[in-house]
């Protein structure tokens, strides 16, 4: 399909980003590749500026559009999914609305992209020649892969209409493509079970199997018109997109965790093994996460700005609900990020204890102070919306009076949590503390097991406020009983998962030697306390689908999530403690007991709760548009401080490596070679955020006039087609 | 709209100024901000620039009043707990370790080794957890150490650049380790040690001052050979071979190679011989013994040793120059 461009100014341009990747590969090839770790490095600048700050805007714009351009499809995809097979076209349309916004970014993304390759290439000149000689593989890769998103991309957009209607297609055709995606399929769980593909770790082959093969798979099967073809094409988007930020991560983590070289930095391994270093794989689960977060916060910004601009109540309407959405989404991409965080920070440790140590007690101590902050704020607002939104439900006030408590208990977790295990004091505050240079209290609050409690309790807290806005204007329900067998399967497989999920680490724990964790062997009671803990998080389970299935959902949520929260916050938290005391390095497993019972909770609870209130009476028809302005303004601050967070992690992550390119192998002798303060920090991240947020609104702007115009020039075909009827009706007549 | 967007600007700016704000103050609060630290002399103000620069002694030591670490002993005045600063307390410190070592430490000995060994002093109410300093990613060299060395006997105490570069046999020993861990990219000895006893089990075949197994070469004397053959020998291990550690593979009367009941070819180190028998390690656990009636010859297999050739897939970078800094300390001198 050809770009009119005359008909797109300033859209649309995928063969851009084409062209930019031919250059990035043109500058991997031209330089020389046998460039050794240890030689004295060369630095360039361009018109005296700060070399190391310019790669750090450019990273971090190319990051910011790039998160955007990555999350955005994810969902609209899903909502396309949801659209599809409800038949509700408003689905349809707000899919096709996110994708919209995407376009305009996908181009200067590239930009940020190409400028960020010549920035590097010019500047860093050692370095980069260094590391295209050891990804040159993987460079080529991710040119290709540019082909692959960029083809999606036009046909995924342009193709809408074009692939919208029709009837079904023929049986033929649809057995060969559930043929292929059954044998897809078959692949995919023998890539899982390790059967195929190369030696690699469980966090990329789980990462590789949901995200690539599992996918693509099922969309095969799922085809049988022509909509469900362009579904396809958005997994293959989505495909694309995220081995893209895959590749790229390999990169960044292979600057912080080399692998398959020596001291001197030969390559000694195998292209594979440089792939997938220590952090390859943590880091991209990581920012996945995030991209969803971001994309999903970015669109309802964009969805804020409508509503507080709209002038007609459809208007109002139409945005508030596209907000609600997009909160949505990012909500789910928020919930799991904490624990993919920790994931990547105890992989850090396992790579590094310096790094680990100068990450949460080092130069960055009191940068993750900020980040909780910012994190904090993140649920904090988020919940805040979410009881914005149930003014605009009938019967919501019903639970108002929990509002007060979810407060209170998302307040002090997030005092807590921002709570530092030590404060710097002077001499007089250290003998007024009666020497010790711990505060009595507050030293137990700045310890991790206190940390890991408050944030389940800030999720769960979270998940709560969900809970109470599914159900505000919900009355008489329909007994689970009389809706067929649908509920009693879907709910039977989601205990089955919840079961799953927390009993296989329950086995684990009951059977794990406590020489693995190098403790003498008269610990294991302290495995054991855990995994007889999570078997009865399994038996509640177990109780929960039992009681649901007999009508008693509400009491099954009730006693299922109150478990879960004792045992999560209260019973680990406290008992976290005696094992930083007794067994310290097991605190690790408790921190994975807390996240598997709480995405237990959370999978069955929400499985219940969407039984439990299917086809129940609606007390009212949701008032979309009655929402309050100072709402709108928290879905753009949770823009903003999801936006300025990325930028702080960013440079968390990439400052850990201190002085070096290479962590080990390269070093940084350059005169930028130190840790800038959180001041510079927060100049930089600023100035990004700044500049990104108003880019985005550009092009938001740009996106509107070309909807306006698109409107009105089929306003004016069918201006000329009335007329042209007329004209023939009159010279008939 | 316009309107709009100008209200969501202003809101934008309000957010940044408040970030800029918490930036500001936090960076104020920690001791501003640190530049890059280009070479230094071996003097105080090298090491002070050092400390609160490139070394980051500052992010878990305080000096007095200076700093907001507490992580570890505060290396000024500070209360009861610290009435002497660092260059006095190292007087004191070195009785402690002269009595406790029975070799006679000096106060530039204890500073040395507070830095080139930390673990061999912990301060009553501390962790062992202090990092190692001359490996990545703080890196010092060994200049670098000993300009912090004299800005600590600064504190209190007699700066003597002579004993810093004269050293004692005290300090000489750290020397040498830090000298290792640098010609290895910045290893840490101490966990090459764990590597070579534990996480690689290299101690299955060789031995190290009288620890470790029979089937490889001895290590106690490895370093005398240099950093490029050692770093050869872990990386291709069948690129040159100690004589008397040769592959030999065994061929049978029949002039095929021999093959042992589970199916693996016999080719290892010969252990021992006899007038009637020979016996071949496969590996730590394998020792075939074989009756000479059996064999037609033993044959040198150049290409191959039973030494894996995947040990350096299985380490990783940090790991490999740990164990590099930790052979390279191996001199075949008695502790």
Redesign the interface.
């Known amino acids: 399909m050809m770009v009119d461009d005359r008909k797109t100014p300033c859209r649309y341009r995928p063969s851009m980003y084409i062209v930019l990747a031919f250059v990035l590969l043109a500058c991997a090839v031209a330089i020389p590749s046998t460039a050794h770790a240890l030689e004295v490095n060369e630095y360039r600048q361009f018109m005296d500026l700060d070399s190391r700050k310019v790669v750090w805007f450019l990273a971090q714009m190319h990051l910011f559009f790039g998160a955007f351009v990555l999350g955005v499809p994810i969902f609209a995809v899903i909502i396309e999914i949801v659209g599809w097979k409800s038949g509700d076209k408003k689905f349809d349309r707000l899919a096709y609305e996110f994708t919209s916004l995407l376009s305009v970014a996908y181009a200067t993304t590239a930009a940020f992209g190409g400028l960020l390759a010549f920035a590097l290439f010019t500047l860093y000149p050692t370095f980069m020649g260094y590391m295209a000689g050891l990804f040159k593989n993987v460079f080529f890769i991710y040119a290709i892969m540019f082909f692959g998103e960029t083809f999606c991309l036009y046909l995924y957009y342009y193709g809408w209409e074009w692939l919208k209607g029709g009837g079904t297609f023929n049986r033929r055709i649809q057995w060969v493509l559930k043929g292929a995606g059954t044998v897809g399929l078959v692949f995919t769980v023998l890539f899982f079970l390790g059967g195929i593909g190369p030696e690699m770790r469980t966090d990329t082959r789980v990462f590789m199997t949901v995200l690539y093969f599992l996918p693509i798979s099922a969309g095969l099967i799922l085809i049988k018109d022509r909509k469900s073809v362009h579904i396809f094409i958005g997994i293959l988007l989505n495909v694309f997109g995220t081995a893209i930020m895959q590749l790229a991560n390999s990169w960044a983590g292979f600057m912080m965790s080399p692998a398959g070289v020596n001291e001197r930095g030969d390559m000694v391994g195998t292209s594979w093994q440089v792939f997938e270093n220590i952090l390859a794989t943590p880091i991209a689960i990581h920012r996945m996460l995030g991209n969803l977060a971001f994309g999903g916060f970015v669109a309802g910004a964009y969805a804020a700005i409508k509503f507080i601009g709209a002038t007609t109540p459809e208007e109002k309407a139409h945005y508030d609900w596209m907000g609600y959405i997009a909160n949505f989404v990012a909500i789910i991409g928020l919930i799991p990020l904490p624990f993919a965080g920790y994931y990547l920070g105890r992989e850090v440790y396992s790579t590094s204890a310096v790094m680990g140590n100068n990450m949460m007690g080092g130069d960055f101590s009191w940068t993750f102070i900020i980040q909780a902050m910012l994190v904090g704020s993140l649920f904090l607002i988020s919940n805040y919306y979410l009881w914005c939104g149930m003014t605009r439900i009938p019967g919501a006030e019903r639970y108002y009076g929990y509002i007060k408590y979810i407060l209170a208990a998302i307040v002090i977790s997030f005092a807590i949590w921002l709570t530092p295990h030590n404060l710097p004091l002077t001499g007089r505050e250290v003998s007024q503390m009666g020497g010790s240079q711990y505060h009595p209290t507050l030293k137990f609050l700045g310890l991790m097991p206190a940390k890991n409690a408050v944030v389940n309790l800030i999720i769960l807290s979270t998940f709560f406020s969900f809970l109470l806005y599914r159900r505000g204007n919900k009355s008489e329900r329909v007994p689970i009983t009389q809706q067929g067998s649908l509920p009693r399967i879907v709910i039977s497989i989601a205990g089955l998962v919840a079961v799953g999920i927390v009993g296989q680490y329950a086995i684990y724990l009951l059977g794990l030697d406590p020489k693995v964790l190098d403790l003498p062997v008269d610990r294991a009671h302290y495995f054991r306390t855990v995994g007889y803990l999570l078997l009865a998080e399994c038996v509640m389970a177990v109780i929960a689908v039992g009681l649901t299935l007999r009508d008693r959902g509400i009491l099954a949520q009730a006693l299922y999530l109150g478990f879960t929260a004792f045992s999560v916050v209260v019973f680990l938290g406290v008992y976290g403690f005696v094992v930083m005391e007794k067994a310290s390095p097991f605190l690790r497993n408790i921190a994975v007991s807390q996240f598997l019972q709480l995405i237990s909770c959370i999978v069955l609870v929400t499985t219940i709760d969407i039984f439990l209130f299917r086809g129940a009476r609606e007390i009212g028809s949701l008032r979309w548009g009655r929402m309050t302005v100072r709402s709108q303004y928290a879905l753009l601050l949770l823009t903003i401080v999801i936006t300025m967070n990325m930028g702080l992690m960013g440079f968390i992550r990439s400052g850990l490596r201190s002085d070096w390119h290479i962590f080990g192998i390269m070093r940084d002798t350059s005169m930028w070679s130190y840790t800038p303060s959180n001041y510079t920090m927060t100049q930089m991240v600023s100035l990004c955020v700044l500049l990104f947020l108003t880019g985005v609104a550009f092009m938001f702007w740009l996106s509107g006039i070309f909807s306006h115009k698109k409107e009105k020039e089929k306003e004016m075909e069918k201006a000329e087609y009335m007329e042209e009827l007329y004209l023939k009706e009159r010279e008939r007549t | 709209?316009t309107e709009?967007?100008g209200?969501?600007?202003v809101?934008?700016?309000v957010?940044?100024v408040t970030?800029?704000w918490?930036?500001?103050a936090?960076?104020?609060?920690?001791g501003?901000?640190?530049?890059?630290?280009g070479s230094v002399e071996i003097s105080p103000e090298g090491g002070e620039a050092i400390f609160w620069?490139?070394g980051?002694c500052f992010?878990?030591h305080s000096l007095g009043?200076r700093g907001?670490a507490?992580?570890c002993p505060n290396l000024g005045v500070?209360?009861?707990?610290f009435p002497l600063p660092i260059g006095l307390r190292a007087v004191e410190r070195a009785k402690e370790r002269s009595e406790e070592t029975g070799m006679e430490y000096t106060a530039t000995d204890y500073l040395v080794e507070s830095l080139a060994n930390p673990s061999a002093y912990i301060v009553e109410g501390y962790k062992d957890?202090m990092?190692?300093v001359y490996?990545?990613?703080?890196?010092l060299t060994l200049d670098e150490i000993k300009a912090v060395v004299s800005y600590l006997q600064s504190q209190g105490g007699d700066v003597d650049i002579e004993a810093l570069n004269n050293p004692t046999e005290v300090s000489k020993k750290f020397y040498d380790r830090i000298k290792a861990a640098s010609a290895?990219?910045?290893?840490d000895p101490g966990n090459g040690e764990m590597v070579f006893f534990e996480s690689a089990g290299c101690n299955e075949c060789h031995a190290i001052r009288g620890e470790g197994g029979r089937i490889g070469p001895d290590l106690s004397a490895i370093a005398k050979k240099g950093i490029k053959y050692i770093?050869e020998s872990i990386?291709q291990p069948a690129a040159s071979f100690t004589p008397g550690y040769e592959t030999y593979t065994v061929i049978k009367k029949d002039g095929k190679e021999m093959y042992d009941e589970e199916g693996r070819k016999v080719s290892g180190v010969k252990v021992k011989e006899t007038d009637e028998y020979v016996e071949i390690a496969l590996d730590p656990e394998s020792i075939v013994r074989i009756q000479k009636s059996e064999i037609k010859e033993l044959v040198i297999d150049k290409n191959k040793s039973i030494m894996p050739e995947e040990l350096?897939?299985a380490l990783?970078?940090?790991e490999?120059?740990d164990l590099?800094a930790f052979l390279l300390l191996q001199k075949g001198e008695k502790d």
């Open positions: 709209m709009v967007v209200k969501v600007f809101f934008l700016l957010v940044l970030f800029l918490v930036g500001h936090i960076t104020r609060l920690t501003g901000e640190k530049k890059a630290t620069g490139k980051r992010t878990c009043e907001s507490v992580r500070w209360g009861e707990k957890e990092a190692v490996a990545p990613p703080i890196s290895a990219g910045g290893g770093s990386l350096i897939e990783t970078v940090k490999y120059q590099l």
